[in-house]
């Protein structure tokens, strides 16, 4: 199955560290955020696709990238 035309992508990374995952992307990586609420905190990848990093309460990361 395809996606509609108009669809947009949308990558999501889960966290058990907010405030360290803000730090990451937006400080480390340099991803510019485009907004901060109770649901994610979303990212501009720089190609129209965006990142949303959301809480998981108890989540632990794997030994793989997640986003490449």
């Known amino acids: 199955m395809a996606l509609p035309s108009g669809a947009q ?4 990374i889960l966290t ?11 400080g480390v990586l340099g991803l510019r ?9 979303t ?9 949303r990093l959301t809480d998981h309460a108890g989540y632990a990361a794997g030994p ?3 986003l490449g």
């Open 9 to 12: 992508t949308c990558c999501f």
């Open 16 to 26: 058990a560290d907010r405030a360290g995952a803000r730090a990451f992307y937006g």
């Open 33 to 41: 955020v485009l907004s901060d609420d109770t649901h994610a905190i």
């Open 43 to 51: 990212c501009d990848t720089g190609n129209g696709t965006p990142l």
């Open 64 to 66: 793989r990238t997640v």
